[in-house]
């Protein structure tokens, strides 16, 4: 599975963004798609994940009420919709696909190569 993530961006705070994270190779239908972060100096950290059947989902403090994760199925695409942007949320966001369904980045079998996201104050 190759995924390709895109839609980072430089927005001001309280802007709003969506990222795109397209898979190729093989369909996604089985696994669970994530949305990870990592900002300078912190460790990646697991912001969103959903089942492509789309009947689980978790967000982290951080991202709930704020950030919204879904798929489309026929398109074999994961979205990450961010609302009400923070400074904070500045970070390189990555895609990911796991046959488990977990936060720990290191249960995820293949990433994407990284979008970076920027917030300004």
């Given at each position: 599975v190759q995924l390709q993530a895109s839609g980072g961006g430089l927005v001001q705070a309280g802007g709003s963004l969506r990222l795109s994270c397209a898979?190729?190779?093989r369909t996604l239908?089985?696994?669970?798609?994530?949305?990870f972060r990592q900002a300078p100096e912190k460790e990646r950290e697991c912001v969103s994940r959903i089942?492509?059947?789309?009947s689980r989902v978790y967000y982290s403090d951080s991202a709930?009420?704020?950030?919204t994760i879904s798929r489309?199925?026929?398109?074999?695409?994961v979205y990450l919709q961010m609302n009400s942007l923070k400074p904070e949320d500045t970070a390189v966001y990555y895609c990911?696909?796991?046959d488990v369904y977990a936060t720990s980045?290191?249960?995820y079998k293949y990433w994407g190569q990284?979008?970076?996201v920027t917030v300004s104050s």
């Open positions: 898979a190729s190779g239908s089985g696994y669970f798609m994530a949305w089942s492509w059947s789309g709930k009420g704020r950030f489309d199925t026929a398109k074999n695409t990911a696909a796991s980045p290191a249960v990284g979008t970076l």
